[in-house]
């Protein structure tokens, strides 16, 4: 008894000298990205003539098939308007001109819907409105590890997006 009894203590001993030799660390690897190389941004240009009206509101749709059906809810997606300067002012927001024009967004896989109306129907024509001028979005879709590994960054901030996700202005 006491002969398989040294046996097994000399087993467990080899067995855990065997277990703590082989769990040195090793090297660390190199540092990772957040997850900014599966951002997306894409830049729309919208020319007058390209709003279509409903009884209550005018809209465009704009194709980004990188937001599907399995990222859809999960996913942080912003929507900037701009007229071609480089100053982009995120969605929803409102233009305030004779009256006040509210431009929004809603999202479906595939798509993003940029909706526009006044506070009483359907309001002017945003292809008369924007006639001068080729009106752009751009549309920024933010998986959500990217996301969490960020989640100091401002939305609604096209520039801090941008230096934060390393996007393509």
Aim: aromatic share 12%.
């Amino acid at each position: 008894m006491k002969k398989l009894f040294r046996i097994n203590v000399a087993i467990l001993f080899a067995t855990s000298m065997l277990i703590i030799n082989g769990c040195k660390k090793g090297k660390d690897g190199e540092p990772g990205k957040d997850g900014s190389s599966t951002v997306i941004s894409k830049t729309f240009s919208i020319s007058s003539g390209s709003w279509v009206s409903t009884s209550s509101r005018w809209y465009v749709s704009l194709t980004v098939p990188e937001l599907t059906t399995s990222n859809i809810n999960s996913a942080a997606v912003q929507v900037f308007f701009g007229s071609g300067n480089n100053n982009w002012v995120a969605m929803p927001f409102t233009e305030v001109a004779t009256s006040n024009y509210f431009m929004g967004f809603e999202t479906d896989p595939n798509y993003i819907k940029v909706t526009w109306e006044n506070n009483v129907g359907l309001g002017s024509n945003p292809n008369s409105f924007y006639s001068l001028t080729t009106v752009q979005f751009k549309v920024v879709v933010i998986p959500p590890s990217a996301r969490m590994a960020n989640p100091n960054v401002d939305l609604n901030n096209y520039s801090e997006l941008s230096k934060a996700f390393n996007l393509k202005n």
